[in-house]
């Protein structure tokens, strides 16, 4: 008799989850709704993958990311994280991807970014209004997901790389490296920097 008493209570418990969610989900707004999701007309193709070793274009700097096939000992070094969004890199290996010119994201401020950031790296500011379309572009210029895809912010306890990372994640960058140092430690290296609103 307990015993359907407690499953009785656990089916109640689930139901009632299960109908909060429905509710949260139709009222949350549409800002902290996903506006990318389904739009993607490539997401939405199902075929094969494509092969392993395919003979793209090498990228000329770190601006344009890598879209050549992932070199072996890459593939080695950063396996995929299909569980998470992202993982934390040391200095040394955010610098081996650099020389390697795999694809380097900055998701600090439009300012701070024009003020300096890493030579080649990308402009994603994730506190500003356009992100989910910078997203959207990048999944569309067709770039391997499987190629790592470096983000940095301000280092310390700035999480921007991180928020960065989960938007990434969401539409298939399963190798997302965070350098956890970011932009300080870069430039305390004496690092190529850049300035101004170009990689």
């Known amino acids: 008799m307990a015993r359907a008493t407690n499953a009785?209570?656990?089916?109640?418990?689930?139901?009632?989850?299960?109908?909060?969610a429905a509710v949260s989900n139709l009222a949350a707004s549409t800002?902290?709704?996903?506006?990318?999701?389904?739009?993607?007309?490539?997401?939405l193709e199902v075929g094969p993958p494509a092969p392993?070793?395919?003979?793209?274009?090498?990228?000329?700097?770190?601006?344009?990311?890598?879209v050549a096939a992932v070199e072996p000992d890459l593939a080695r070094s950063f396996p995929?994280?299909?569980?998470?969004?992202?993982?934390?890199?040391?200095?040394?290996?955010?610098?081996?991807?650099?020389r390697k010119k795999m694809l380097f994201l900055d998701?600090?401020?439009s300012a701070v970014y024009s003020e300096g950031h890493i030579a080649g790296a990308r402009s994603f500011p994730v506190w500003e209004s356009d992100i989910d379309d910078r997203v959207k572009k990048l999944f569309e210029e067709g770039l391997d997901q499987r190629a790592p895809v470096v983000a940095y912010c301000s280092g310390g306890n700035c999480e921007d790389s991180h928020m960065l990372a989960e938007k990434?994640?969401?539409?298939?960058?399963?190798?997302?490296?965070?350098?956890k140092d970011g932009f300080p430690d870069w430039q305390k290296r004496g690092l190529p920097v850049s300035k101004g609103v170009n990689p």
């Open 52 to 66: 392993e070793a395919a003979a793209l274009p090498a990228s000329p700097s770190p601006s344009t990311g890598s």
């Open 168 to 179: 990434l994640y969401r539409v298939g960058f399963d190798k997302v490296l965070i350098y």
């Open 107 to 109: 998701a600090r401020r």
């Open 31 to 43: 800002s902290r709704k996903l506006a990318w999701v389904g739009s993607y007309s490539r997401a």
């Open 8 to 20: 009785g209570r656990v089916a109640a418990v689930l139901v009632l989850a299960a109908a909060a």
């Open 80 to 98: 995929p994280h299909p569980d998470k969004p992202a993982i934390e890199i040391a200095p040394a290996d955010v610098l081996h991807l650099y």
